[in-house]
Every structure is written in C-alpha cells, then in structure tokens.
C-alpha cells in the first residue's frame, strides 16, 4: 500500500517544502522555498508596499493558503523587527497536519532569528477560524475555508501563493481575481510566484498597473500588481 499524503521535501536552498504526490504539486519553488517567500511575498509584496506608505498603519495583508504558515511567519518577523502592527488574513481548505507542520525546518534556516522560533508553532497551533495578537506587531485572523467562499476584508497587500494555474486553473480566473481587487486599498499590492500571461491579462482588465519584477532563484519573473486610485 502506497501512502498518498503530503511528503516534506528538501529544496535547494535547504529549506523544506511539502509535496502533494496526488496532483503532483509542491507548495514551493524546487529552487529554495525559503528564499521564495522571502523574495516575492516580503520583499517585492510587503517591503515594496510599505516603501510607498511608511507611517501607514496598520498594514492589512491577505494570504490565499497558509499551507506551511512559512509566509505569516516571516512577516510576523519583520512587522516585530520593523515595529510595525500587522494585521494578517489568511485562509485555508486543507490544514497540515502537525505530524507535517512540526518536521519542517524553516526556524533552522537562519540562526539571528531563533528568538522567534516558538512562534512557528503557535501559528499552526492556533485555532482555525479564530483572530488574536500574536506579538506586539502582528495580529493575525486564521480561516479554515476557500478562496471561493471567504468574506474578505480590505487589505493592502495580497500574497496570492494558491497552487499554480495548471492544477488549479479555477482560482486564477477573472471571477476571484476581482473578488479580490475589489477588497483591495487603493494603491495596494498583489505579488504572486506565477508569472503566467493569461494572470497578466486579468490583471490588466481589472485595471491593474504591473510592474517588471525579477523572479526568485530558479524564476526569470514574478508578477506584482498595483491597484489604482
Ligand atoms: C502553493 S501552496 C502555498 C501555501 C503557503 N503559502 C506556504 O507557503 O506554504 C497553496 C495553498 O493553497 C491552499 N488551497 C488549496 N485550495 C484552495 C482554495 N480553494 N482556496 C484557498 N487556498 C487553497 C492549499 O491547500 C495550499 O496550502
């Protein structure tokens, strides 16, 4: 008997990652899901948004799939390291579970940051369908349910980290993309890994400016677009 369930992996900048050996699908870049998140969704997602609005507080964040909970964790670390209150939406259908969420190694990634290991845990640990303040900085609202049905809120910033186009072509389409650019502030951010053209185009005919954004290690683009006034 084969067990079809999610397996870790190991990428290549050593970070673990999760594979789906049902639809053939990990939740990271094989290039190093570590230095992904950090590239697209911190850096070109959050660091991007607030070097245009420095003093606008709270930064309001939507995730679509916690899935590892690597992104909320990494931006808990830098709303405490920048002191800058956070309020993070995420959503999720298919929760891991801890005999997945404990094995993986993100918090041994970098040795400056173990002061916000145990954080990790409590991410995950946290009740689905629940909010609270996580720190100081970082508040965080935690929903067991899909993109389809959510109720959003009004957000900043959206790291669309879904699973790619191929294998769930259903919510890269028009319909959820302007679910969600209609919550989205004026001149906020939606960053993703995918750099597919028909994303483009939907993101244009809702009006999006899109920038020229390189991709992480391994990825020539991303894609990260602006929504207007
Ligand atoms: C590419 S993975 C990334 C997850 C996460 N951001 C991470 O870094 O681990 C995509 C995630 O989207 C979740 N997902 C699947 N269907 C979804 C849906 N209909 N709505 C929202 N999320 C969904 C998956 O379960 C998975 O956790």
Same mark, same amino acid.
């Given at each position: 008997m084969t067990n079809k369930g999610p397996k870790i992996i190991t990428t290549e900048d050593g970070s673990h990652s999760v594979y789906l050996p049902d639809i053939n699908e990990?939740?990271?870049?094989s290039h190093g899901a570590y230095r992904e998140s950090i590239h697209v969704f911190?850096?070109?997602?959050l660091e991007a948004w607030y070097a245009r609005n420095r003093?606008? !507080?709270p930064i309001r964040i939507f995730e679509v799939g916690f899935g590892t909970g690597l992104n909320a964790w990494l931006t808990l670390i830098w709303a405490e390291q920048n002191q800058v209150p956070v309020l993070y939406h995420t959503i999720e259908p298919f929760p891991l579970s801890a005999d997945i969420y404990n094995e993986l190694n993100f918090t041994q990634?970098?040795?400056?940051?173990?002061?916000?290991?145990?954080?990790f845990k409590r991410l995950h640990q946290m009740d689905w369908d629940s909010g609270k303040p996580m720190t100081d900085y970082f508040n965080i609202k935690k929903d067991k349910i899909s993109l389809q049905e959510v109720k959003l809120y009004p957000a900043d910033?959206?790291? !669309?980290?879904?699973?790619?186009p191929k294998k769930q072509p259903e919510l890269w389409e028009h319909a959820l993309l302007q679910k969600i650019h209609e919550r989205m502030n004026p001149q906020g951010v939606f960053v993703t890994y995918c750099a597919a053209g028909h994303l483009k185009k939907n993101l244009v005919s809702l009006e999006m400016t899109l920038d020229e954004v390189p991709g992480p290690p391994g990825k020539k683009e991303m894609t990260r677009a602006w929504k207007k006034n």
């Open positions: 990990s939740y990271h870049s911190l850096l070109y997602g003093g606008k !507080f990634m970098d040795e400056t940051l173990t002061h916000y290991n145990g954080y910033i959206v790291y !669309f980290d879904a699973f790619s």
